[in-house]
């Protein structure tokens, strides 16, 4: 989990002495992605869990011996961070320039974790960024992740736990169950329908009769392999009118749901639910608003953060020996200096600024405010949890604070602009 | 790696009986990512590398006990993979309905396969068709992978490994040489140049002897810290003409390419080479082709697909005990039965067709063709290797096959037609 890069720098660092100075790196994205108008820090108790094991055994040391050093080795075989990170609590918003993580530390310590920390903030932020707005867009109906397949097999265990965290109810990833208590759901695809074919045509009965047998009639059956009413029908023929719900993947999703609540009320299904599932995002669920849908399950668009699959945050140095240090290139500006953020709102709780100050240096006047920067890590021990539920539950209330432009889907401003002030 | 309806499908057939039915699960995408006129197939080596360690230990068993029976445990415990897998050999080209995987066996032992098939075949394909795409703009220059902070950290090795194989020189990952051989390469980040900030102000020059001094001055220094003009003396100063190359990660490239070029010739480095980086998608490296560079180095479009992050490959039930199957919904039709496919060429070699027809009913009259279904897996042993380096001669060879429309990067129709051929 590390570019060869900074052991290198770390090699020639350790060589010329620069090594041991004191540094801080900053964590922030320059700009949201294309129309965004907030984001959902996701990450933060990934990492704080990953740093301890953040070792390199003797294993890795001998391959490493490759270009590297016996100094720069002797090194990574006792490393261990030892420094101090702060940083945003997961699941707290964030808008462009925001300091979401800061980590101090020696020049050598703090280089090797920048392909860490920037591979899990970025993905897990992407994810957790484009579930808020599907969240956000579903009300108060219930969300179910079903995209384990579309992504990386271990990425999907990540995606699973930031959509949770971002408000999800469930998901089907049954690693993140284990993992990180992510609620699992699911109960059958169309290859259960389709095994029960006989030589004579389908038997969709007869796959719907098994999976009542085996689940009770609380079960959710997949009613769109052949003909939803038809499905429909032979469900609650199987299960009686306590079937716990259908589900429809594909078709005109709308359309179908009405039809089929319909169907359900005439047989008497009235409690049974109706999940929907099949290239849903953000927009497709604010379609269905008015539609008789009791839960969305939604794959591809919330692993690849729907359209967004990376949060493109950097890992920047930004002071030295406590000297504030930046870079000069073009379009690449951020502000040097050591950070901390707090967030203004009006007396209602409406959030109306971020401001960055230089660290210490908060302004005079903030009227009601929050406080976002918080310490994470302290001598290399941590010092915050990573409550998942905890985290969960500042994404709800965080989007209740946008002002409701904020909330809109359409491409937009920042919901409110970010004020970096000076020294 | 499990979704949960995985489990309670295998359930409910355990209980029904039908568990035992022999079935073929077919891997393939219904359409390619929208403008895309080949994909080049990729996974299967990881997932060959995978199937072996897919079990279910007695931890997993206990945690499963929640919602599975004794029967459906006492199956998982004992679970290993015993069918037969067919599929194309990795590194080749696909097209819409190519059958690039096909799995079969009982459907207990199929139907648990799903996810961890999917997942590994949607992300290692996605990456690898965008890096075709790069590496054939890039005409003969090398191309580096440098996305890992962009992406999950654990997708980010199976995508330095999925570009390698789509032609890709180097990635910055090292588990991605240690795991696959990759070539790693990387030598300095921004930071290392500001971390010898001096309370006077930068000093540029004693990052670039420190980074000389440590690894000669074949080494690659970054200039655009600061002024790259200024960079690039001092490269130089530091270095001598042997200096192996400059870095410019940010601003115009192709002007600043131009800059460095003229300015390394006039201080003697004529040898000296110019890398670029920075927001680099295949439409950026195709507009470079006229500038002095000599290597690229992608990131963040490379890990997410450059706009297709995943391959939408589906895994879908197809035969049952020698039934074809189909699900019947609205525009998701494919065709039942198992299939092979063969490609048909002019004697040229260049590529006309893709032929899917009815496993062992190859078309009579086929020309120039060559058969692409393969054996991979036979009774649970592997059967195939999984070597990385004929993946990659592979995608070489079918990027020179493919008519010269198919290489355009401009959005168009699949480079070759699909013909599915009745039984």
């Known amino acids: 989990m590390t570019d060869k890069y900074e052991l290198t720098m770390l090699a020639a660092a350790l060589r010329d002495g620069v090594a041991e100075r004191r540094t801080t790196f900053e964590v922030f994205a320059r700009r949201l992605p294309p129309g965004r108008r907030y984001g959902v820090v996701a990450g933060t108790g990934r990492l704080l869990e990953t740093l301890p094991q953040f070792r390199f055994d003797a294993r890795a040391c001998e391959l490493l011996a490759e270009f590297l050093d016996p100094d720069t080795l002797a090194y990574l075989a006792d490393f261990r961070f030892s420094g101090d990170i702060d940083g945003y609590a997961e699941g707290e918003l964030y808008f462009p320039g925001s300091p979401v993580l800061s980590v101090h530390g020696s020049f050598a310590e703090c280089v090797v974790l920048e392909t860490l920390v920037l591979s899990i903030f970025n993905h897990d932020t992407a994810i957790a960024s484009a579930a808020a707005r599907m969240v956000s867009a579903a009300r108060q109906r219930p969300l179910i992740e079903m995209g384990s397949r579309r992504t990386h097999e271990r990425a999907a265990v990540a995606a699973a736990r930031a959509a949770y965290l971002a408000g999800f109810s469930a998901s089907s990833n049954l690693e993140a169950q284990r993992r990180y208590g992510v609620p699992a759901a699911g109960t059958a695809a169309h290859a259960f329908t389709m095994v029960h074919t006989r030589q004579d045509g389908p038997d969709e009965p007869a ?3 098994a999976q009542v047998d085996a689940f009770g009639p609380g079960t959710t059956l997949l009613v769109d392999t052949y003909d939803v009413a038809t499905g429909v029908a032979n469900a609650v023929a199987a299960a ?24 359900l009320d005439q047989l008497g299904a009235t409690q049974t639910r109706i999940v929907v599932s099949g290239d849903l995002d ?28 990376t949060a493109n945050m950097v890992y920047k ?37 971020e401001v960055v100050y230089p660290a210490g240096q908060p302004p005079a006047d903030t009227g009601p405010s929050r406080m976002l920067t918080t310490p994470l890590v302290r001598d290399g021990q941590l010092v915050a949890g990573c409550d998942l539920v905890a985290a969960r539950e500042r994404v709800a209330s965080g989007l209740e604070s946008l002002p409701w432009e904020g909330l809109k889907l359409a491409p937009g401003d920042p919901a409110i602009p970010t004020l970096l002030t000076e020294p």
Chains 1, 2 share one sequence.
């Open 207 to 209: 796959a719907f009769r």
């Open 282 to 309: 953000e927009f497709a669920i604010a379609a269905l608003r008015a539609e008789p849908v009791d839960r969305y399950g939604v794959g591809t668009s919330l692993v690849t953060g729907s359209g967004a699959p």
């Open 317 to 353: 140095l930004v002071e030295v020996d406590g000297i504030p240090v930046r870079k000069r290139s073009n379009h690449k500006e951020s502000r040097g200096g050591r950070k901390e953020a707090l967030r203004r709102s009006r007396s209602t709780g409406t959030i109306t600024e």
């Open 240 to 263: 009686g009118p306590t079937l716990g719900a259908v589900r429809i993947d594909s078709g005109e999703l709308g359309v179908l749901a009405r039809q089929a609540r319909d169907l």
